[in-house]
């Protein structure tokens, strides 16, 4: 079997849809009936990581559109589409690879497909796919509650690699940089930009006035939301106690999450949020939201605290729990989410599709 992977970022790419993309690849590849996983990316931002093996990534699909289609018709005419895999890594991308297969493999990650599509060719398109495998429970609940699909549903949650990660001593020239010196610190990781409100960041800093003076809260991460968030922040009578990184070095991510004392991200519109597993792995106990893909996580509550970010009381009381725990350590649970148990789930997937076809 060959498989064509057509997505918007994987290798080179940057932020959680990227990663994921590049662990699906990689776990694609490594099945033993999986001869080339053949990746047509629609962007490369960055420095490409190690392509695994059995992976042919076409960099010249990256140039524009119009070498993304030509990539795409070449990829059409050496693929038996009746034996071998198409992905449709991204909903929005669904009418141009229905122009190459009719019957694409859709998965699907958060918010993008918790609503109707823009596009409607897209919204009709949907419901002839091969199969839709999902980041979480909740965002395959909410597209099949807008969409009618009816078709073979996968879930394929983020995976970590702990290895890369684990408990650090705070970086002293961190804690300098950013005056932190003293502090118990929360947190929050992620884009601060205009579109993505839900995060969370609002939600802590509203509650940060009523948590004792030596808490400062760290947003890690860049966009086109912080001026806002610095007023608000100046406006409750707490810009002393809120630090912002702006972007920061990939190589920096470990010791930023060792900053934290508790990781806390009461968000509304998250598909999973890979974050948590990240500051898990580092040994910071973590918040999370119950409404949205976040509780699956954490397991439901099983490796961390689940809260209503609606509610001020419920967030002020389990950042006050989460500091009050005792030294970090890695939840033993967090094996589910193991690169291994990855792999697994995605050959299973492959194997289930194969009997199916």
């Known amino acids: 079997m060959r498989i064509l992977h057509v997505g918007t970022d994987s290798f080179g790419g940057y932020g959680g849809i990227a990663l994921y993309n590049r662990e699906l690849i990689s776990a694609m590849a490594s099945h033993p009936s999986v001869d080339e996983v053949?990746?047509?990316?629609?962007?490369?931002?960055?420095?490409l990581e190690p392509i695994p093996e059995k992976v042919t990534f076409v960099t010249t699909a990256a140039r524009g559109m119009?070498?993304?289609?030509?990539?795409?018709?070449?990829?059409?005419?050496?693929?038996?589409?009746?034996?071998?895999?198409?992905?449709?890594?991204?909903?929005?991308?669904?009418?141009?690879?229905?122009?190459?297969?009719?019957?694409?493999?859709?998965?699907?990650?958060g918010i993008e497909a918790w609503k109707p599509l823009r596009d409607p060719l897209s919204n009709r398109l949907l419901r002839n796919v091969r199969g839709v495998v999902s980041i979480s429970d909740v965002t395959l609940d909410r597209f099949n509650g807008w969409s009618r699909y009816d078709g073979p549903s996968l879930l394929l949650p983020n995976s970590i690699r702990a290895e890369w990660y684990g408990i650090r001593p705070k970086n002293r020239n961190l804690v300098a940089r950013y005056g932190l010196e003293g502090k118990r610190v929360l947190m929050t990781l992620g884009r601060v930009v205009a579109a993505e409100r839900y995060k969370g960041f609002d939600e802590v800093l509203e509650v940060l006035p009523d948590l004792d003076g030596d808490i400062s809260y760290l947003i890690a991460g860049g966009g086109n939301d912080i001026p806002r968030l610095k007023r608000k922040a100046d406006t409750l009578g707490v810009s002393d106690r809120v630090v912002f990184t702006g972007l920061f070095p990939e190589e920096e991510k470990t010791d930023l999450y060792n900053l934290a004392d508790v990781y806390v991200m009461p968000s509304r519109g998250e598909g999973f949020g890979f974050v948590f597993l990240e500051a898990m792995a580092c040994g910071v106990p973590v918040i999370a939201s119950r409404l949205d893909g976040g509780r699956e996580a954490v397991r439901q509550g099983q490796l961390g605290r689940l809260v209503d970010p609606t509610n001020r009381m419920e967030i002020r009381m389990a950042i006050r729990d989460a500091l009050d725990a005792g030294p970090k350590r890695i939840p033993e649970g967090l094996g589910y989410f193991s690169y291994a148990e990855f792999e697994r789930r995605t050959h299973a997937i492959i194997d289930a599709l194969a009997a199916n076809a």
């Open 38 to 47: 053949v990746v047509v990316p629609r962007i490369i931002v960055g420095a």
């Open 66 to 109: 119009l070498a993304y289609l030509n990539a795409l018709r070449d990829a059409r005419e050496s693929f038996d589409l009746g034996r071998d895999l198409i992905v449709c890594a991204h909903v929005n991308l669904l009418p141009i690879v229905r122009m190459i297969a009719k019957r694409p493999l859709l998965m699907i990650y």
